[in-house]
């Protein structure tokens, strides 16, 4: 009978040797790994604490136009909140900003038909004196049209009726669309709405004056009133419009923006910042536009305080003034934040809404971009099947010191339905998804949180220099 031979010892221990190495360990999850981290996310799911300040901001403070007393008000809210939320210093900037009031305003069709228009002036256009201006109606669709008619231009309010074709390309017919017909001889232009889903409400917005043409005021009229003043022209009716508009630009003033920090336990000279803008339009309340912004931010750091964390650095907040009037608050900030520019570790911009949140739009190096990729890994939860994190822009107010070096990115989420309501009366609190509000408060914190407690620097991570650390 045959008989194994027994196995020599070294033999034995090398198979185990060789079997416990070929089986890995499951991978960690978040609780096991960064356990703060986790706990910082569900407290900030489970929190109203955002969704209210939000609706004490836009309900009790509403619309916030640089300048007016509403944004005084909101200046002094905003400094409130972030002293009761435990901030360790809290504190204001001047800030030099454009002074214009809308006043009355109202148009109408006076022939061939009579009808009234549901018009918004646009933001910085001068007004039309007492008398107002009525005049015939030349519809365009595009500045190619304008030109390729100008001659026709003379004495006319213009109407630009361009196709939606997304914010950034059909914006510019408001921004540039009434110097562009005053050149040729127009006394009022009125845009189409910039929206591309429209109920009835106008959209306002900045405008903005070339030196090389004539002052004409200048307004919005909602997508319909645009729509039917155009087809009237086509079909040779030749309507006529009588325009009064009351705005007026006044000599410059000092508002503020507010900034607060949560002091670093280990480097608390190395700054990460995270932001909106506070002021607004003086339509609606001015909820996604941009109180979501201001509110995440402060829910955000409050959460971080909540949870008892003292990051590596500090986070600041900063509530910035009139982005809407040309983004002088960014730039204010920029240059009062000179001295500290090489400690400003990071900036994250929320100017989007609070929609579903996609991830984070980062602006910055390559190594940068790979690094934040990692650190805000575990906040995919919130996200599942649409997490990324992607190279682009970072925001208007944060866009300077961006620019300067310090590594940006900008709140990301899905804003298929924020410019049904954009700069409208539409833009209410009553858009707000209280749910939604809550996983977008928690992506920042976690974001915020994950950059300032993070022993490596974002700013030793370029692509000239890798090295890290401190």
């Known amino acids: 009978m045959w008989h194994k031979a027994p196995m020599p010892p070294f033999i034995f221990i090398s198979l185990l040797l060789l079997t416990a190495c070929s089986q890995s360990p499951a991978p960690k999850s978040v609780e096991e790994t960064n356990p703060e981290l986790n706990a910082l996310l569900d407290a900030s799911l489970n929190s109203d604490y955002t969704y ?12 916030r136009l640089t300048g007016s007393p509403q944004m005084k008000k909101a200046i002094e809210w905003s400094m409130n909140s972030m002293r009761e939320a435990g901030f360790d210093s809290v504190w204001t900037e001047p800030v030099v900003v454009p002074y214009w009031t809308r ?5 109408r069709c006076t022939a061939p038909v009579e009808f009234d228009l549901i018009l918004s002036g646009l933001g910085l256009s001068d007004g039309t004196g007492p008398e107002g201006i009525e005049a015939e109606v030349l519809a365009v669709r595009d500045f190619e049209e304008l030109e ?7 004495g006319k309010i213009v109407l630009f009726n361009p196709p939606w074709q997304g914010y950034s390309k059909t914006v510019q017919y408001r921004v540039h669309g009434a110097s562009k017909a005053a050149r040729h001889g127009a006394v009022a232009a009125l845009v189409r709405s910039v929206t591309g889903n429209s109920l009835g409400a106008p959209h306002t917005g900045m405008m903005h004056y070339a030196e090389d043409a004539p002052r004409i005021p200048t307004a919005a009229l909602t997508v319909e009133d645009a729509g039917r003043l155009h087809r009237m022209c086509q079909r040779g009716l030749k309507p006529v419009v009588k325009l009064y508009m009351e705005a007026q630009n006044h000599e410059d003033t000092i508002s503020y923006n507010v900034v607060g920090d949560i002091r670093g ?53 900063v509530h910035f003034t009139c982005e809407e009037m040309g983004g002088h608050g960014g730039r204010a900030y920029l240059e009062a934040h000179r001295f500290e520019l090489e400690n400003h570790v990071f900036a994250l911009e929320s100017d989007a809404g609070s929609y579903t949140p996609l991830g984070f739009s980062v602006d910055a190096d390559s190594l940068v971009i790979e690094h934040i990729t990692e650190l805000a890994a575990p906040l995919a939860r919130i996200a599942p099947g649409s997490w990324k994190i992607r190279q682009g822009g970072s925001g208007v107010d944060i866009g300077p010191i961006v620019r300067s070096g310090v590594p940006g990115a900008g709140h990301w989420v899905d804003t298929t339905h924020y410019f049904d309501v954009h700069h409208s009366l539409a833009d209410t609190f009553e858009k707000i998804d209280p749910d939604l509000l809550a996983r977008n408060v928690a992506v920042i914190a976690g974001l915020i949180f994950a950059v300032a407690d993070e022993p490596v620097s974002l700013r030793t991570l370029t692509d000239s220099n890798a090295d890290g650390g401190h």
């Open 265 to 317: 336990s280990q480097w608390p000279e190395e700054i990460v910042l995270v932001g909106g803008h506070l002021d607004s339009w003086d339509v609606g309340t001015c909820a996604q536009d941009d109180g979501a912004g201001v509110a995440l931010s402060l829910g955000a750091a409050q959460m971080i305080l909540k949870q008892e964390l003292r990051p590596l650095r500090t986070v600041r907040v």
């Open 52 to 63: 209210d300040k939000l609706g004490e901001l836009c309900d009790t403070i509403g619309p």
């Open 148 to 154: 390729a008619r100008a001659d026709e231009v003379p």
């Open 103 to 107: 006043g009355q305003e109202w148009a």
